[in-house]
């Protein structure tokens, strides 16, 4: 038994979170093991998502951009493609958040979100830098026109503008 311990104590600084000595132990004992385990694995999953995407939105976070970046530019140089860098900034945005409070403005900004995402490919990424600042990035580009398809693609989904009853 000794030994027993031995082994669970070098596991556990070894990085172990939990562990079973054989023949020791029921089945509520191993039922317990089990749903920590899987606790943990969610709460890494979560963290892991939350240092790569803008919790607001569920865009791309500045992190997250930076890396898919640098992909992006590694893959153009190496298939001789483009890369596009689209920047969007709103106007007036302020306004909203101090007349409406932030709860509106946040509300905007997943409005906002939204529209950009389906203004671009499954591979391109749109990400929230921070306040009202998103940027796109459109990735594996022939050299062609598709910037231009996209920024009209964008300039038409804010054609109309939205009621912020709309939105609420």
Same mark, same amino acid.
């Given at each position: ?8 104590? /070098? %596991? ?21 093991? &089990? ?18 995407? $803008? ?14 970046? #640098?992909?992006? *530019? ?7 493609? /483009? ?20 709860? %509106?403005?946040?509300?905007? &900004? ?14 391109? #990424?749109?990400?929230? *830098? ?7 990035? &459109? ?5 062609? $026109? ?23």
């Amino acid at each position: 038994k000794v030994s027993d311990e031995r082994v669970v104590v /070098q %596991a556990i600084k070894a990085g172990a979170q939990d562990c079973l000595v054989k023949g020791q132990g029921d089945g509520n004992l191993l039922v317990r093991s &089990l749903r920590y385990a899987i606790e943990r694995k969610q709460a890494e999953e979560r963290l892991a998502y939350l240092a790569q995407y $803008d919790h607001l939105t569920g865009l791309a976070n500045r992190t997250l951009f930076r890396d898919r970046l #640098t992909q992006a *530019l590694a893959r153009a140089d190496r298939n001789d493609q /483009q890369v596009a860098l689209m920047f969007l900034d709103l106007d007036n945005f302020k306004v909203i958040n101090d007349t409406l409070g932030h709860d %509106a403005g946040d509300v905007v &900004l997943q409005a906002v979100a939204e529209r950009l995402k389906k203004c671009v490919g499954v591979t391109d #990424t749109v990400a929230r *830098l921070g306040g009202d600042e998103f940027i796109i990035i &459109l990735d594996g580009l022939p050299k062609s $026109d598709v910037p231009v398809i996209v920024a009209q693609k964008i300039i038409n989904a804010y054609r109309d503008k939205t009621k912020i009853e709309d939105v609420f």
